[in-house]
Structures are given as C-alpha cells and as structure tokens.
C-alpha cells in the first residue's frame, strides 16, 4: 500500500524505445515546469544507442529532432537506473516484459533494494501463455502496488505536447492516484480506472484489429470495409473483456474504443501499416522489415486466440487476421470469408 502522503522524486523509466522516451519526456518536461530538480533515468539495454542519445541528447533512432530535457538522462547501467528510484516505468514490448522485470528483481536484489512501485506501458499478453501483464508483476514482485498506463496516444504526439487522454488502472485508486501527477499536466489529461483486466485485454487487443483494418485498406477496400470490420472488431473485444472479467464499459472508453480507433485509423500505427503491408502483398516477414520496430499486435493474435479458446468464444475478425500472418491465406481470401459468414443479428 502507497502512503498517500508520499511522491515521486526520482522515477526510473525503463525502454528507451520510441514509447518510453516520450513518456519520459513528457515527465522530465512536468517536473521543470514543476521546480522538480531531481531526474528522470531512462534505461536502455543496446549501449550504442544510449550512448548515441547521451550524445545527441535525443532518441535519434525513434523520435528524431526531439531534445530532451536536461533533468532527463539516459544509462545503458540499470543499477544507476534504478539508483534511489520511487518509482519504475516499465515501457518495454511484451515479449520483453518478463525478461526485464526478472532482470530489474535481481538487481534490486543484488543491492539489498526493497521493490518500489511499478507503471507499465506495454500493451500486449504475456508471450507463449496469454496470460495478462499485472499477472506477471505480481509473480514476481508479490504485493507490489502496480498501475497501467494506456489509451490513445502515439509517442511522437506525446514527446511535442499535442493534446492526449490517457487512463492509468489500478486495483486500488490509492495507486493509481500516485502515478497520476507524473503525466496529468500541460496538454495531457489522465483518467483513472479500478478495471486493470479491461484496460489490458482493450489496448492489447486492438493492435490485432488494426493489423486486419491495415490489410482491408491495403486491398483497397475502401472506407465501408473500414468501418464494418473496426465496429465489429470492437464487439469482439468486448465479448471476450466480458468473458474474461472486464468490464462493458472500458471498452467504450480510451482503452477500448479510443485507442482502436487511433490505431486502426491513422498511418503512424505500426500495426496498420503492418496490415496495409500484408494487403498490398508483402508476406509478414518482409511487412515487419519494412517497419522496423515490434509490431505488438502480430504476437498479440497468437495469445488472443489463446484466451477465445480458454473461454469457447468466437472471434472471427482475429481468427482471419492470424491465418494470414501464419498460415499463409492470402489477405482478399481471409476478408472474404468474413463477409460469406452466416447472416446474424448484430
């Protein structure tokens, strides 16, 4: 349990991918807005890009031309990285996530530091198991107050100051009201949630319904497609965040609607392009080549189908959308047989 007296002086942002370096900037840009002197430590765990933003001042590779604050640091060194640390942001890609939160324990462990409070960012399943992230957490670090962060929000709108809505879910509001005063400031405005299982199961799930509505614009299917398959790729989201214990409504909100419609609908979406890759015929390796970053949503499919068939549930738009990834049906087929299923009442 947080004191509700307590704050957040150092915070240790940990992936310095393009997700974690704008958090991170965002942050660091708070506090000296704030009068916060102490800092904000982003690991990264390839040296040479550290060492290339410790130089540049920047994450050239992700968010290019975006300098960072001067209370922000980079360090490829987690220990220093967690040195003295209130708080871990944990923006790491799924596949990722149990690797470094093993290597963050052995750390602290190392050191004789007691676990302090984790955000994460990282929107997916836990790979090869589909089991959700706060899960993972939990194994490892029993009791630890946790939180997610999510919603409609690309990095490099978050890292200039547009306007974003974000939610951060807890169990308990305590936690996620601890969290909160981080990134609740200028052009970004935070809600919270008590329904961590929605908020993961939405931002997780619409990454795979972007892929599908990338591949519908890929075949030049035109806007129609577009929005028949984004509407009822929600309604699947929602049927399984029901079976799995979400609630209804978080689907309806920025972890549910709000992100699958940023997601399926803009082109800065990897996922998308993944999927407008695959429908103009490039086969998924060459697709994940020519975006060069994790594309969540390809690994997501797997682990989502994983829970349908855990609770018997029917999710043909994700069913389609892993045949073509891994099963090498090709893109017009799979839309095709969406469109020759039975007719049924919506």
């Known amino acids: 349990?947080?004191?509700?007296?307590?704050?957040?002086?150092?915070?240790?942002?940990?992936?310095?991918?393009?997700?974690?370096?704008?958090?991170?900037?965002?942050?660091?840009?708070?506090?000296?807005?704030?009068?916060?002197?102490?800092?904000?430590?982003?690991?990264?765990?390839?040296?040479?890009?550290?060492?290339?933003?410790?130089?540049?001042?920047?994450?050239?590779?992700?968010?290019?031309?975006?300098?960072?604050?001067?209370?922000?640091?980079?360090?490829?060194?987690?220990?220093?990285?967690?040195?003295?640390?209130?708080?871990?942001?944990?923006?790491?890609?799924?596949?990722?996530?149990?690797?470094?939160?093993?290597?963050?324990?052995?750390?602290?462990?190392?050191?004789?530091?007691?676990?302090v409070p984790i955000l994460y960012a990282t929107k997916g399943l836990e790979h090869g198991t589909g089991r959700f992230l706060h899960d993972v957490i939990e194994q490892h670090f029993k009791g630890i107050s946790q939180a997610i962060l999510s919603g409609p929000s690309f990095a490099k709108e978050v890292a200039i100051n547009l306007p974003t809505a974000v939610c951060i879910a807890s169990s308990t509001l305590n936690t996620a009201d601890f969290f909160m005063p981080l990134f609740h400031h200028n052009c970004m405005r935070i809600y919270t949630n008590t329904d961590v299982i929605g908020v993961e199961l939405g931002c997780a799930y619409k990454n795979v319904i972007a892929i599908a509505a990338g591949i519908t614009d890929g075949l030049g299917f035109g806007a129609n497609a577009r929005a028949a398959l984004i509407t009822r790729g929600l309604a699947e989201m929602q049927r399984l965040g029901i079976a799995v214990g979400g609630r209804p409504e978080t689907f309806m909100g920025l972890t549910g609607l709000g992100d699958l419609l940023l997601t399926a609908t803009d082109d800065q979406s990897r996922n998308r392009r993944f999927g407008i890759a695959l429908g103009r015929g490039d086969d998924p390796k060459q697709a994940q080549q020519s975006i060069g970053q994790v594309v969540e949503g390809a690994s997501t499919a797997i682990e989502i189908l994983r829970l349908a068939h855990q609770y018997k549930i029917e999710l043909p738009i994700v069913e389609q959308t892993y045949d073509v990834i891994y099963k090498n049906v090709k893109p017009k087929d799979a839309v095709l047989k969406l469109l020759l299923r039975d007719p049924r009442a919506e």
């Open 1 to 115: 349990m947080i004191n509700k007296d307590k704050s957040i002086k150092k915070l240790s942002v940990i992936g310095a991918g393009s997700w974690g370096s704008a958090l991170a900037i965002h942050a660091a840009k708070a506090r000296l807005e704030n009068n916060i002197v102490p800092h904000i430590a982003l690991w990264g765990h390839r040296l040479e890009h550290v060492l290339a933003m410790q130089a540049a001042k920047q994450n050239r590779q992700y968010l290019p031309d975006i300098i960072f604050p001067d209370n922000l640091y980079p360090t490829p060194n987690l220990s220093e990285a967690l040195h003295n640390a209130d708080a871990i942001l944990l923006a790491v890609p799924s596949k990722a996530f149990e690797q470094t939160l093993l290597l963050i324990k052995q750390t602290l462990q190392d050191e004789n530091k007691e676990p």
